[in-house]
């Protein structure tokens, strides 16, 4: 099992993932900053071309997520937690939640102004795009 | 109620009224775009007549449908725990519209667009129980009117105009109440750094003048934060307050645990005081949405030395 682990780390670190932020073929924009990844998953940016954005997340334990959160959002835990605290009183929410990838992909078809973020590039015939691309750090 | 009751009361809500995916607090109300909320505080003060009540029992409702974003908060305030008097006021209640991707228009009662400390003005969001003297002395803590918005480069930074032009919602609830106030705002974030400039005018309900400037920063390292803020104000005549401001350092020793310096230094001609204020105090945060505080606040004029005490929590 230690074996495993090690691997696993090892591995991880010679080939750190990469996070795609993806949106709908429809959604206003081509590429987007990293500040306007952030403000978007920030709720600080809720439209674009006048259309509502819908943000999508993983679950709080989701390995991508955490990595998301420290390298696009440059946040700890903590800070975030905190941050959604504040915003709870500002009358604002966090992102939307999904199991999988699969069901992020499937919000993306469907929504036009949904963004969310994946591990693997999406394919041809996805009906989507990449806004964003950025290496695990 | 006694103290133990609501701290077990507040520990069991903050634990309760969770969203589903993180430890945000807020319950949406099913087949609806609204979240309800609020938060608590208990708080001991040594120098008070009632030395033990409940400061803040708020509760929030928002949502939002399109362009349109609805925000109220209810708040009973200041009940002694002996007592069953209640004073039930409506802190905030604005509806907002986003007339552009950048541009928001908020009408209704809100928080104004002064100061940081202001922004977030409740005893769970903030590092100490107490506040600086600016709060209550400078601006009106609440406007009651209609504000724009801009943000710039992805709400890096951010400029707003408010204006009232008519009496408080709830005139029974604001630090200093008035029926004229214009304030303009500027925030600029560079990362974990961020300063803001205010400064307006009001006109409180006894027909007297004032107009107001400030600048504060917040700065946030790995393991402290710096928040500093520097106000004046002055009256039709004369400065009624030269100078009002304030340095806090919050140390975060350990995860949970914060150790918090404040300095405060000002002037009041009108109340001929001239005095710093200085607090020392620790914060246990055995979860975001709960807190305990205790902190111990000296004055150099006043006799206003004391201890302080207290239990918050949102939900």
Not at chain 1, 39 to 64: E, H, M, Q, T, V
């Amino acid at each position: 099992m230690k074996k495993i682990i090690f691997v696993l780390i090892v591995a991880t670190c010679l080939y750190p993932w990469e996070i795609f932020i993806v949106a709908n073929k429809r959604f206003p924009k081509n590429d987007l900053t990293p500040k306007a990844v952030k403000a978007i998953f920030l709720d600080k940016k809720r439209f674009s071309g006048g259309k509502k954005i819908l943000a999508i997340n993983y679950a709080f334990n989701d390995p991508l997520r955490e990595c998301f959160e420290r390298t696009v959002l440059k946040k700890s835990r903590r800070q975030l937690e905190l941050y959604w605290l504040k915003a709870h009183y500002k009358g604002k929410r966090p992102p939307k939640v999904v199991k999988s990838e699969k069901m992020l992909l499937k919000y993306l078809q469907k929504v036009d102004m949904a963004v969310g973020y994946t591990a693997t590039p999406p394919k041809e015939g996805d009906m989507t795009k990449i806004l964003y691309k950025s290496r695990c750090e | 109620m006694k103290l133990k009751q609501i701290l077990f009361l507040s520990y069991l809500l903050s634990f309760i009224l969770k969203a589903d995916d993180t430890l945000i607090p807020g319950y949406n109300i099913p087949q609806t775009p609204l979240y309800v909320g609020g938060y608590i505080s208990a708080n001991y003060d040594g120098k008070r007549e009632d030395k033990l009540l409940f400061d803040d029992i708020a509760l929030l409702f928002y949502g939002n449908y399109e362009k349109f974003d609805l925000l109220g908060e209810i708040e009973i305030s200041d009940v002694p725990l002996k007592k069953k008097a209640l004073r039930i006021h409506t802190e905030r209640f604005r509806i907002a519209y986003y007339l552009y991707d950048d541009t928001t228009l908020y009408l209704g009662k809100f928080n104004s667009n002064t100061g940081f400390w202001n922004q977030i003005p409740i005893n769970i969001l903030e590092d100490t129980t107490t506040y600086p003297h600016i709060m209550e002395n400078i601006f009106p803590k609440l406007t009651t009117g209609i504000s724009i918005y801009q943000s710039f480069e992805e709400g890096e930074r951010e400029i707003s105009l408010t204006i009232q032009h008519n009496n408080d919602l709830d005139k029974h609830y604001n630090n200093i109440i008035v029926d004229r106030h214009y304030s303009l705002g500027y925030k600029d974030t560079m990362d974990e750094f961020v300063w803001r400039l205010s400064g307006g005018y009001y006109k409180s309900v006894d027909n007297r003048d004032y107009f107001y400037a400030g600048a504060g920063i917040r700065k946030e390292f790995l393991n402290y934060t710096l928040l500093s803020e520097l106000f004046t104000k002055r009256g039709e005549k004369k400065r009624d307050i030269p100078y009002d401001g304030y340095l806090q350092l919050t140390w975060h020793m350990f995860y949970m645990h914060d150790l918090v310096f404040r300095s405060e230094f000002y002037n009041d001609e009108s109340m001929k005081i001239k005095e710093n204020i200085s607090l020392l105090g620790y914060t246990f945060r055995p979860m975001p949405s709960f807190s305990i505080k205790t902190e111990y606040i000296r004055h150099s004029k006043l006799s206003k030395n004391r201890f302080v005490f207290s239990i918050s929590a949102m939900f």
